[in-house]
């Protein structure tokens, strides 16, 4: 199942530094791990803002919200998601 995801990072302002770039750097890793397993399909970054937008390829609604709850930087987004489904147009033989 597809899944378009919006997230935009609020992380506090009075965090240490050193705080805010382990969490970075925990969710990097994190991210692209799922990127390299497929699940974490695209990854953009929303021009003008700390916020992307994301297609993930996961089995159920189960496992989206585990992959996204266990972000290291969950507590510190706003996060949207939308189901998507194939457009009748698509020429991409992979979009389901
Ligand atoms: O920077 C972001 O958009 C937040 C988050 C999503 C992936 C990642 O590495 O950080």
């Known amino acids: 199942m597809l899944f378009k995801v919006e997230m935009t ?14 969490i970075k750097g925990r969710e990097k890793a994190y991210a692209q791990d799922l990127q390299q397993q497929g699940k974490w399909r695209h990854l953009w970054r929303v021009a ?19 992959l996204i709850s266990n972000l290291p930087l969950f507590p510190y987004m706003d996060i949207t998601v939308a189901p998507l489904c194939r457009h009748p147009s698509s020429i991409r033989e992979d979009d389901r």
């Open 9 to 22: 990072v609020r992380i506090p302002h009075d965090m240490p530094a050193e705080v805010v770039a382990d």
């Open 48 to 66: 003008g803002s700390y916020a992307n937008v994301s297609i993930f390829d996961v089995k159920d609604n189960a496992e989206l919200q585990d």
